[in-house]
């Protein structure tokens, strides 16, 4: 992997613009052309006889090929420019264009404005991969913490009552008896509810409107705030990807998980509407907000970007200090919006 070119410098005394350079190419066609003029006994009469008609045409034909190698000449290095822009890889990092260094005043700087954006890319690559990898593996230790405490605690004490009462049958009592059933349908509750957060089994089987009803009556259930969902579909929800349905619901749940954990709210509002060609979800609670500028680099809301830029949406986050939270998602749909039902 080669380092990084440096900066190419510019100066007006090393570099002609290339604004001049064409300016010069069509200028000295031009001068040559007057020159020629003036200097040689060429004569127009009126009307134009074939041969001067045959003069004047080869002239301006001599002149059309002389602007054209002096521009090609000018224009030379957008070309190799090109050349080199297609030998980046993306996959390669740490490679930059070089080999320019003679190039007009414009090509040096568009080559630093490109480097300058292969800078950007991969430190953003970068940043990307490792939020990905960070939210991986803190995935990967709450389910493994949800299953040690969690499903292994109730597991184990199924065994021990199991044990207890197969060693002594007779000295059982009822309620000993009843523990380990009651037991095993808290772990059976316990694998539905990680795999419901691994995969929402509802958006599969209720489709994404159901799916936000079902998401805003169980986290009101569960966190004893008062979330009131309206879903204003008047020609029922249009036709939408997978992938897009999942952004839309994780945002959701996201924003919501946000807003109960951190905002203290007391009441919060989930719409979900149709706008032209775009669906139109907004979270929106009465908790204390957030202080301005928004953090950016915080897993959640960088999660509900990256989210939204996989699938060409538009996220929009509002707050102010003790005025509440509103995350507005714009998500384009294909084909035309429902129409209305009769």
């Known amino acids: 992997m080669s380092e990084p070119a440096p900066s190419i410098e510019r100066t007006a005394r090393s570099r002609r613009s290339l604004l001049w350079r064409l300016f010069l190419a069509n200028a000295a066609v031009l001068l040559v052309a007057a020159a020629l003029l003036v200097l040689t006994p060429v004569t127009i009469s009126s009307p134009v006889t074939l041969g001067e008609l045959a003069l004047v045409v080869a002239a301006v034909l001599a002149m059309l090929v002389a602007t054209l190698l002096l521009l090609r000449r000018a224009l030379s290095p957008l070309n190799g420019l090109t050349e080199l822009m297609r030998t980046i890889d993306p996959l390669d990092p740490g490679r930059r264009l070089t080999g320019v260094s003679d190039a007009d005043e414009e090509v040096a700087t568009l080559v630093d404005a490109f480097n300058a954006m292969l800078d950007r890319l991969e430190q953003e690559r970068r940043t990307s991969a490792r939020r990905a990898l960070a939210a991986q593996e803190e995935e990967r230790l709450r389910i493994a913490r949800d299953l040690h405490d969690g499903i292994g605690q109730r597991l184990t004490a199924v065994a021990m009552h199991a044990e ?146 996989l699938i060409g949406a538009q996220l929009n986050i509002r707050s102010d200090p003790g005025a509440g939270t509103e995350v507005a998602l714009e998500a384009p749909f294909d084909g035309e919006p429902p129409c209305p039902s009769p």
């Not at 009651?182 to 509810?193: L, N, Q």
């Not at 509407?273 to 907004?282: C, E, F, G």
């Not at 907000?289 to 830029?309: C, H, K, N, V, Y």
């Open 164 to 309: 207890r009462v197969a060693r002594d049958p007779q000295g059982a009592g009822q309620a000993a008896l009843l523990e380990i059933p009651d037991a095993i349908r808290e772990s059976i509750d316990a694998v539905r509810r990680i795999a419901r957060e691994l995969r929402p089994e509802a958006l599969d089987d209720l489709g994404l409107a159901n799916a936000l009803l079902s998401l805003c009556r169980r986290m009101a259930r569960h966190s004893g705030v008062r979330i009131q969902p309206e879903l204003d579909l008047p020609g029922g929800m249009p036709d939408l990807p997978p992938d897009t349905e999942l952004v839309i619901y994780r945002v959701a749940q996201e924003a919501l998980t946000n807003a109960i954990r951190h905002a203290e709210p007391s009441h919060i509002d989930v719409s979900l509407r149709v706008a032209d060609d775009h669906l139109m979800l907004r979270v929106r609670d009465d908790g204390r907000g957030i202080a301005l500028p928004l953090p950016s680099d915080t897993a959640g809301i960088s999660g509900m970007r990256e989210r939204a830029l």
